[in-house]
């Protein structure tokens, strides 16, 4: 097969795929015929070949898809009038202290905030698929150890975590909640949902909030000296880092 032709098949396949693709997926379509470098090289050249339209192709964390860019959303909106979840403050500080964090307990969190966090907030960030439970701590009760996942990083059009935005000063959690594109998140889930809505998920806009938290500073560090031992995960499938 051509490299034209190749480009095609790819093209094709990563505009129908309803979720990102990964090179080994892609790679089944030529029957292993094409090498991964070489597939790496033809979804660069697409990537090139579709600089200013209106449709990009990106890497995320789960492989490779097509998306609007973002300066067009505004007008994809319209398509879709509803407004996106809305979500607390204290639910927003506790996802970018997670991403930032990772892997933290509950009381790592509520150390770093300053108040108690409501157990419905980590359930509403499971049931998003933005976090997950990766191990426990071995310490006194074992707490869980909360990681992001591949799917906050893809809603976030990321294809890992060093590509967050970088924290500024000294007030982190101010400077993570500022630069964070939760507009990204929200329009994601606002679509999901619009396909397959679930009754069970909490109301975003309902969650129970706590108090005003205590300021994030670059020299907090949940991280104690206890061992931690990890739950069983495929290797490389996890995209959260040590803090």
């Given at each position: 097969?051509n490299t034209t032709?190749?480009?095609r098949?790819?093209?094709?396949?990563l505009i129908?795929?309803?979720?990102?693709?990964?090179?080994?997926e892609?790679?089944?379509?030529?029957?292993?015929?094409i090498s991964?470098?070489?597939?790496?090289?033809?979804?660069?050249?697409?990537?090139?070949e579709?600089?200013?339209?209106?449709v990009e192709?990106?890497q995320?964390?789960?492989?490779?898809?097509?998306?609007s860019?973002?300066e067009?959303r505004p007008?994809?909106?319209?398509?879709?009038p509803?407004?996106?979840?809305?979500?607390s403050r204290?639910t927003?500080?506790?996802?970018?202290?997670i991403?930032?964090?990772q892997?933290?307990?509950r009381?790592?969190?509520?150390?770093?905030r300053?108040?108690?966090i409501?157990?419905?907030?980590?359930?509403?960030l499971?049931?998003?698929?933005?976090v997950?439970v990766?191990?426990?701590?071995?310490?006194?009760g074992?707490p869980?150890?909360?990681?992001?996942?591949?799917?906050?990083?893809?809603?976030l059009?990321l294809?890992s975590?060093?590509?967050?935005?970088?924290?500024?000063g000294s007030n982190?959690?101010e400077?993570?909640?500022?630069r964070l594109?939760f507009?990204?998140?929200?329009?994601n889930?606002?679509?999901a949902?619009?396909?397959?809505?679930?009754?069970?998920?909490?109301?975003?806009?309902?969650?129970?909030?706590d108090?005003?938290?205590?300021?994030?500073?670059?020299?907090?560090?949940?991280q104690?000296?206890?061992?931690i031992?990890q739950?069983d995960?495929?290797s490389?499938?996890?995209?959260?880092?040590?803090a």
């Amino acid at each position: 097969m051509n490299t034209t032709d190749a480009k095609r098949v790819l093209e094709t396949a990563l505009i129908c795929a309803p979720q990102p693709l990964s090179v080994r997926e892609l790679g089944t379509l030529f029957d292993a015929e094409i090498s991964a470098d070489t597939l790496k090289t033809l979804l660069a050249d697409l990537q090139l070949e579709w600089t200013g339209r209106g449709v990009e192709l990106v890497q995320v964390a789960s492989g490779w898809r097509f998306q609007s860019r973002p300066e067009l959303r505004p007008y994809l909106d319209r398509l879709h009038p509803e407004k996106p979840p809305r979500y607390s403050r204290a639910t927003l500080e506790t996802l970018a202290i997670i991403a930032y964090r990772q892997p933290v307990t509950r009381g790592d969190m509520e150390d770093i905030r300053g108040v108690t966090i409501n157990s419905l907030i980590l359930k509403q960030l499971e049931d998003r698929g933005w976090v997950e439970v990766i191990g426990h701590r071995e310490t006194v009760g074992r707490p869980a150890l909360f990681a992001t996942t591949r799917q906050f990083l893809d809603d976030l059009g990321l294809s890992s975590l060093d590509q967050l935005p970088p924290l500024e000063g000294s007030n982190v959690q101010e400077s993570a909640l500022g630069r964070l594109d939760f507009d990204a998140l929200s329009a994601n889930v606002s679509s999901a949902e619009a396909e397959a809505p679930d009754a069970d998920d909490p109301d975003p806009s309902t969650v129970v909030t706590d108090d005003q938290p205590a300021a994030l500073t670059s020299e907090s560090d949940p991280q104690s000296s206890d061992s931690i031992t990890q739950d069983d995960h495929e290797s490389g499938e996890h995209p959260s880092r040590n803090a």
